[in-house]
């Protein structure tokens, strides 16, 4: 289930006040795009690129202008595209439905001129996308939600019938539900399996993988994850793509014991329910004190943080609200009813997820996947960056946050006056 911080920021975008402590920024889309946000980059030169579901790339040089910028259609045709990353103006790379593609501009025209494929050993949604230090790329799947059934239309790969169960969300095609890498000349290699929608996929400065995995069957709460090799992270349909597999596991004591568990927990409801990529707060203060936590942007309109210590090699931590719009757990267990994934999205009412053609009647735009972005929430994007207050810190650890930022109080969230 994608869910990423740009939707997210499209949402606060109408939603949130600005205070003192945050602005908020409103950068309108030009006028021409779809905005049904999947992905957002910025090249090293500083260009926002932005993809979308309906399968464009879009780039403007100065997205301060916001619609008035200099907005170029970049690239379409793809299928729904979830991952960019952006090396230049003339070179960027995605990850759509079926495959890791790199588009260039070889005559400089602001328009990719050539799409090439990098690896298409897949066929589901693909989430990331980053490089690490060796310029592999690194990416994660999802698991497709068929309710038990395979829909053959959409696996490109073959499917393996005797590694087919019956499953809420199974993994049909090869590596799907499993973070992956790329190296630069195409060749996949499978990192680590058991997630169900692994749809934040983040890097620390230190080069470390990290993803969030969502709320569902066998995951019983969003997490934040620590990928190592090799590591079985909770969700068994994908197991089957093991080299060591041997069928279907027989316990759920036994699921247990090959789990390896997550960084943070996210609390679902209290922490959100569908959190997108991790990023790491490398700006040396500049967005307050929170230097070295991470930030995660969730479906549900919250934006939470999260502290990470590293202790005999694992990491744990503890995850806090950063900005939130006021949807918790008793909204979503209102709202979630049978055969459907219901996801609070505006302030009026509801919009139901489901994996489904389209029942006549329905708001809903036709496709085999719909989001609940409604266009007023989606017409613009947001940023948010740290005012002139000072704000404190108020996780685990205060000493961390620096003498400038040290609150009193520890355990308090509260902004210093000066
Ligand atoms: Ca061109």
């Given at each position: 289930?994608?869910?990423?911080?740009?939707?997210?920021?499209?949402?606060?975008?109408?939603?949130?006040?600005?205070?003192?402590?945050?602005?908020?920024?409103e950068?309108?889309?030009?006028?021409?795009?779809v905005p049904?946000?999947?992905?957002?980059?910025?090249?090293?030169?500083?260009?926002?690129?932005?993809?979308?579901?309906?399968?464009e790339?879009?780039?403007t040089?100065?997205?301060?202008?916001?619609?008035?910028?200099?907005?170029?259609?970049f690239?379409?045709?793809?299928?729904?595209?979830?991952g960019v990353?952006a090396?230049?103006?003339?070179?960027?790379y995605?990850?759509?439905?079926?495959?890791?593609?790199?588009?260039?501009?070889?005559?400089?025209?602001?328009?990719?001129?050539?799409?090439?494929?990098?690896?298409?050993?897949?066929?589901?949604?693909?989430?990331?996308l980053?490089r690490?230090?060796?310029?592999?790329?690194?990416?994660s799947?999802?698991?497709?939600?068929?309710?038990?059934?395979?829909?053959p239309?959409?696996?490109?790969?073959?499917?393996?019938?005797?590694?087919?169960h019956?499953?809420?969300?199974?993994?049909?095609?090869?590596?799907?539900?499993?973070?992956?890498k790329?190296?630069?000349?195409?060749?996949?290699?499978?990192?680590?399996?058991?997630?169900?929608?692994?749809s934040?996929?983040?890097?620390?400065?230190?080069?470390?993988?990290?993803?969030?995995?969502?709320?569902?069957?066998?995951?019983?709460?969003?997490?934040?994850?620590?990928?190592?090799?090799?590591?079985?992270?909770?969700?068994?349909?994908?197991l089957?793509?093991?080299?060591d597999?041997a069928?279907?596991?027989?316990?759920?004591?036994?699921?247990?014991?090959?789990?390896?568990p997550?960084?943070?927990?996210?609390?679902?409801?209290?922490?959100?329910?569908?959190?997108?990529?991790?990023?790491?707060d490398?700006?040396?203060?500049?967005?307050?004190p929170?230097?070295?936590?991470?930030?995660?942007?969730?479906?549900?309109?919250?934006?939470?943080?999260?502290?990470?210590?590293?202790?005999?090699?694992?990491?744990?931590?503890?995850?806090?609200?950063?900005?939130?719009?006021?949807?918790?757990?008793?909204?979503?267990?209102?709202?979630?009813g049978?055969?459907?994934?219901?996801?609070?999205?505006?302030k009026?009412?509801l919009?139901?997820?489901?994996?489904?053609?389209?029942?006549?009647?329905?708001?809903?735009?036709?496709g085999?996947?719909?989001?609940?972005?409604?266009?007023?929430?989606?017409?613009?994007?947001?940023?948010?960056?740290?005012?002139?207050?000072?704000?404190?810190?108020?996780?685990?650890?205060?000493?961390?946050?620096?003498?400038?930022?040290?609150?009193?109080?520890?355990?308090?969230?509260?902004?210093?006056s000066?």
């Amino acid at each position: 289930m994608p869910r990423f911080l740009s939707i997210l920021l499209a949402l606060f975008a109408v939603s949130l006040r600005a205070d003192n402590t945050y602005e908020i920024e409103e950068i309108p889309l030009p006028e021409g795009m779809v905005p049904e946000i999947s992905g957002v980059a910025f090249t090293p030169q500083g260009s926002l690129v932005v993809v979308n579901r309906p399968g464009e790339v879009w780039l403007t040089s100065d997205p301060a202008k916001g619609a008035k910028g200099p907005w170029q259609r970049f690239a379409f045709g793809l299928h729904e595209p979830l991952g960019v990353l952006a090396l230049s103006e003339n070179e960027i790379y995605v990850t759509q439905r079926p495959e890791l593609t790199r588009l260039l501009d070889n005559d400089g025209d602001g328009v990719a001129d050539r799409y090439e494929t990098v690896n298409d050993d897949w066929h589901e949604f693909t989430f990331g996308l980053r490089r690490d230090r060796e310029g592999n790329f690194l990416l994660s799947t999802g698991l497709p939600d068929v309710a038990g059934s395979i829909n053959p239309l959409h696996p490109r790969v073959p499917l393996s019938e005797e590694k087919v169960h019956r499953e809420a969300k199974p993994s049909p095609g090869l590596y799907e539900g499993w973070a992956l890498k790329v190296s630069p000349q195409g060749r996949l290699t499978p990192i680590a399996s058991g997630f169900r929608a692994a749809s934040g996929l983040g890097l620390s400065p230190e080069g470390e993988l990290f993803v969030t995995d969502q709320q569902g069957d066998y995951i019983a709460t969003s997490t934040l994850v620590y990928v190592q090799p090799g590591r079985f992270y909770g969700h068994p349909a994908s197991l089957k793509w093991r080299e060591d597999y041997a069928g279907p596991v027989e316990s759920l004591e036994t699921l247990a014991a090959m789990r390896s568990p997550e960084a943070v927990a996210l609390p679902h409801g209290a922490l959100g329910g569908s959190p997108g990529e991790p990023i790491w707060d490398t700006t040396g203060g500049k967005f307050g004190p929170f230097e070295g936590q991470v930030f995660i942007g969730d479906f549900t309109k919250l934006i939470s943080r999260v502290f990470l210590e590293k202790v005999a090699g694992e990491y744990q931590g503890a995850a806090f609200p950063f900005l939130r719009d006021a949807v918790g757990l008793e909204a979503i267990q209102a709202n979630s009813g049978a055969n459907s994934l219901t996801i609070p999205a505006g302030k009026d009412g509801l919009k139901h997820f489901r994996d489904v053609p389209p029942r006549s009647g329905t708001p809903l735009r036709p496709g085999n996947m719909r989001w609940p972005s409604r266009p007023t929430a989606a017409s613009t994007w947001g940023r948010r960056r740290a005012a002139g207050e000072r704000v404190t810190d108020s996780s685990a650890s205060c000493e961390a946050a620096g003498r400038r930022w040290k609150s009193k109080r520890c355990g308090s969230r509260r902004r210093d006056s000066a």
